[in-house]
T-cell receptor
């Protein structure tokens, strides 16, 4: 099982772009990288998923280098409501395997 | 679409009693459901994986006789905490996956259940 390493916390200000990096040195060939967001006392919410290069959706971008040993979640122009914990997960999505959560990154957005 | 509900949202019980938590997929068939536990300021810890109609697979260190999981239908899984003790107090979260979703690989999480054992 590929383990992930993320910074424990990050601070930002409203309107800034935030980049959260996740390290997954032993990622397997069939593994995808998925990011979730969690607010206190709520279940996690899917943000984005990717396999390689770059993926973009309406809320975030995910950058994955060629060696796939790390990935970066990019949140454009954050607001106070983006204050949450962000988790990076790695796993084989096509085999419906379970995913293990790492420590997550607590993002604090300040006014 | 792809909504997962949990009931109850919070529960307080006395030590030694049992508590059942329900997890339902409201608009899709959940062939696989996962149960997590989360202590304050910690990450989610996977407890078990259940597939509809079969026995749950428990993670190492999770007592299967204490945390009974039943996935009797494609829309319902239950977690029963038997003989609960104060150390079982935690936030329990379920998630579900299933075919036919736009993203079949995605786990859809429930809102969680706060269990307090006194």
């Amino acid at each position: 099982l590929a383990k992930t390493t993320q910074p424990i916390s990050m601070d930002s200000y409203e309107g800034q772009e935030v980049n959260i990096t996740c390290s997954h040195n032993n990622i397997a060939t069939n593994d995808y990288i998925t990011w979730y967001q969690q607010f206190p006392s709520q279940g996690p919410r899917f943000i984005i998923q990717g396999y390689k290069t770059k993926v973009t959706n309406e809320v975030a971008s995910l950058f994955i280098p060629a060696d796939r040993k790390s990935s970066t979640l990019s949140l454009p122009r954050v607001s106070l409501s983006d204050t949450a914990v962000y988790y990076c997960l790695v796993g084989d999505r096509d085999n419906f395997n379970k995913f293990y959560f790492g420590s997550g990154t607590k993002l604090n957005v300040k006014p | 679409g792809a909504v997962v509900s949990q009931h109850p949202s919070w529960v307080i019980c006395k030590s030694g009693t049992s508590v059942k938590i329900e997890c339902r997929s409201l608009d899709f068939q959940a062939t696989t459901m996962f149960w997590y536990r989360q202590f304050p300021k910690q990450s989610l810890m996977l407890m078990a994986t259940s597939n509809e109609g079969s026995k749950a697979t428990y993670e190492q260190g999770v007592e299967k006789d204490k945390f009974l999981i039943n996935h009797a239908s494609l829309t319902l899984s239950t977690l029963t905490v038997t003989s609960a003790h104060p150390e079982d107090s935690s936030f329990y979260i379920c998630s579900a996956r299933g075919p036919g979703l736009a993203r079949t690989y995605e786990q859809y999480f429930g809102p969680g259940t706060r269990l307090t054992v006194t």
